[in-house]
């Protein structure tokens, strides 16, 4: 007889039964082992129709081709940038994927991106071992200067962005600030330094309460009671 | 780690931080909690902002030192535990503790903080050494600050441990009701420069982007019984009079506040 | 002459007093304290970070390496000198191979997960202590795992089986064991097993029986503490 142990939106632990019997499928971040699914991580419980996932509360960044990032070069070689990418794997950004115009043989690098600047950066591969291949040259990809970058736990990310970005955009607009969000939980926040306190705290706020609901309104309640 | 030294450094110079405190204004919340180790003679935790260090106090027997066969001794040694920091590694200290050590020993030695004299129980033959040995548990910068005040803490509110008056060997599981002999309380107080402008309580990422520091150990009644400059850049005499007083200023602020935990 | 009122009272299954909190060392991706009676350890968890030296890299896997050491003023004597020493390294090794068995780090090939646990004092049960705070600081840094994994000293005092061991009865004036146990919560499978003194088969036996039911107790402080980490509003 199958049996759902847990609800929709249940914070769960590492080993936590969370259905018996073969009707249910184990979905991300759960494993089955005889005829119970099991959670593999501390998050929230999600079910759609027979299958079981569990989205982390926490956790580390996964790199995925497609992803935009913000990361900081840490070393310039014969071919490029090698950047940090605040996870277990640091990226290369080829001089042929930095700009679109024609670098001359002897030029140097360090002029175009220095060691130590940070940079909004798309994933153009990765390879089996977690090696990562970046791009600069898409819209929206560029060398960051000024502002100020924080760090939230890439999990949150989509919670900071919003449905349709909803969210981000009434941060920008409450704060007046440029924000930029990469998926590896790096974020870029431009404007006064005022208005960049203010987002940061939002932010860490929705970190803090990314698990609850009506999140929306918690942070524009808390943004509006700044002003 | 995150690196923000360009705008921090545009920040300062209009006497602004990232998370817009003032330029002399320590974080909140400043929280002491003591005896926080049983097994220490006396031990103290501080949390100044996200920082936070403990202190424990450790006291033996020993030999006095020949040339000074009535005192007894005490040494300050430090450890930045990798628990408290992604920079820091497991292995013997880095030049970062060992200076921390030797700048918080100055700062209570120089001042005759502790009446070595009383440590002595026959002169030539036994007195007490107190070690004082300071771990980080979360570095959120400003150890030297945190580090100071955890340490005269510590020595506030240690107690001797009971000596067997036949073999002379020390109980440490039974505590005796003296105090430590502190006649005064100095404290190091670290003041940062970035960008031509003086600031105290750099976070990280502030002490990153620095450009100078002093710590300055001092007492109530303002005598200066440590003192420390590093970094690559150089302070003027006006700077360095300036930070003086700064650090002074401070070291008072932080006393009272110590004052108010040990009620 | 058999023990049957404990040094501190307790009864021979009752562990010492527990607290558990999660999420105290900022900088950390993970981290936990956790006190027993008078043992006391905090746990910090830094990872999937790249590994050096690059000869300890598994491609196929991410690694744990953990990390135990007592502060100077955590013995119950005279200062400890810093440093470490066999009995710090030999533990780091068990406590490795007690969390091994439930983390699944295959998504990041070549990367480390590094473990610290300090301890400020110890009253006994301190291995233990660090595999249950570890267990803890894991979890809340997302770090994936099939179960939770929670330690206790179990052993024989002077002929009686109890739980929880503290220093008193470690030192006791008799025959004792000291059996560090850890186990997993679903399948309650053994993931640490040591032992100082001397013991019979069947009693080594009950002790793990009593392990399973301590180990239970000490999984709902650890379950709770995690799920406290999360505002209610």
Not at chain 3, 179 to 186: E, G, L, S
Request: with cysteine; aromatic share 6%.
């Amino acid at each position: 007889m199958s049996e759902i142990l847990v609800q929709e939106r249940n914070i769960v632990i590492p080993g936590e039964t969370l259905a018996q019997g073969m009707d249910y499928l184990p979905g991300d971040n759960t494993y089955r082992e005889d005829d119970k699914i099991y959670s593999k991580i501390l998050g929230l419980v999600y079910i759609s129709g027979r299958v079981i996932r569990i989205t982390p509360l926490s956790g580390p960044y996964v790199p995925k081709i497609g992803d935009k990032i913000i990361a900081r070069t840490i070393d310039i070689t014969m071919s490029g940038w090698r950047a940090d990418t605040e996870t277990a794997y640091s990226a290369m950004l080829n001089i042929k994927e930095a700009t679109s115009r024609f670098i001359k043989k002897e030029e140097d690098l360090s002029q175009i991106i220095g060691i130590g600047d940070y940079i909004v950066v798309q994933i153009i591969n990765v390879t089996s071992q977690n090696m990562i291949d970046l791009t600069m040259r898409e819209a929206g990809l560029h060398k960051i200067t000024g502002g100020r970058i924080i760090k939230i736990n890439c999990q949150k990310v989509p919670r900071v962005i919003g449905k349709q970005a909803s969210m981000i955009m009434m941060i920008k607009e409450k704060t007046g600030c440029e924000i930029t969000v990469g998926q590896n939980g790096l974020i870029w926040l431009k404007g006064t330094s005022e208005g960049e306190l203010k987002a940061e705290k939002a932010i860490k706020l929705i970190e803090q309460k990314s698990h609850l609901e009506g999140l929306t309104d918690k942070v524009q309640k808390f943004l509006e009671e700044l002003a | 780690m995150i690196t923000n030294k360009e705008t921090i450094a545009q920040l300062a110079a209009q006497n602004k931080r990232l998370d817009g405190r003032a330029l002399t204004e320590y974080r909140t919340p400043i929280d002491i909690e003591l005896n926080i180790s049983w097994t220490a003679e006396g031990s103290a935790k501080v949390q100044l902002g996200s920082t936070i260090v403990m202190a424990g106090v450790k006291l033996g027997l020993e030999k006095p030192y020949n040339d000074t066969a009535d005192e007894g001794g005490i040494m300050v040694n430090a450890e930045l535990l990798p628990l408290s920091n992604p920079e820091y590694e497991p292995g013997p200290p880095s030049i970062k503790a060992i200076e921390l050590a030797r700048v918080i020993d100055r700062g209570i030695r120089e001042a005759k903080a502790v009446d070595l004299k009383k440590l002595c129980l026959i002169p030539g033959e036994k007195a007490w050494f107190v070690i004082v040995d300071i771990v980080t548990i979360n570095d959120g910068g400003n150890l030297f600050d945190a580090a100071g005040l955890a340490a005269l803490a510590a020595l506030k509110s240690a107690f001797f441990p009971t000596v067997n008056p036949d073999n002379g060997s020390i109980d440490y599981k039974h505590k005796t009701a003296n105090r430590l002999p502190l006649i005064k309380e100095p404290l190091p107080v670290t003041v940062y420069k970035i960008n031509g402008k003086l600031l105290i309580d750099p976070t990280l990422e502030e002490e990153e982007a620095y450009d100078a520091r002093l710590t300055v150990s001092s007492d109530d009644d303002g005598t200066i019984s440590a003192l420390q400059k590093g970094g690559p850049e150089p302070f003027t005499a006006e700077e360095i009079s300036q930070i003086i007083d700064l650090a002074q200023e401070k070291a008072n602020f932080l006393r009272k506040e110590l004052n108010k935990f040990l009620k | 002459m058999v023990y049957t009122k404990r040094v501190d009272g307790r009864k021979i299954e009752e562990l010492r007093p527990m607290i558990a909190k999660v999420g105290v060392i900022a900088n950390a991706d993970g981290s936990a304290y956790f006190k027993m009676g008078n043992t006391v350890a905090y746990a910090a968890v830094y990872g999937p970070r790249e590994l050096f030296p690059k000869f300890l890299q598994n491609p196929k896997t991410g690694i744990i390496r953990c990390h135990y050491s007592m502060m100077p003023f955590s013995g119950s004597g005279e200062r400890i000198r810093p440093g470490g020493n066999r009995r710090s390294q030999e533990i780091s090794k068990v406590m490795n191979d007690s969390l091994e068995p439930v983390v699944d780090l295959s998504a990041f090939p070549n990367a480390v997960v590094d473990i610290f646990v300090d301890l400020p004092q110890t009253d006994a049960g301190t291995r233990c202590a660090a595999i249950t705070a570890v267990s803890m600081a894991l979890a809340d840094a997302g770090i994936p795992m099939k179960d939770i994994v929670s330690a206790v000293a179990v052993g024989e005092v002077d002929g009686t089986v109890v739980a929880d061991l503290n220093y008193d009865e470690e030192a006791y004036d008799a025959i004792v064991s000291d059996i560090p146990v850890a186990m997993t919560h679903i399948k309650k499978e053994v993931t640490l097993l040591q032992m100082d003194g001397e013991i019979s088969k069947s009693q080594l036996m009950k002790a793990i029986e009593m392990a399973k039911l301590a180990t239970d107790k000490i999984y709902a402080v650890q379950k709770q503490a995690l799920l406290d980490k999360f505002v209610k509003e």
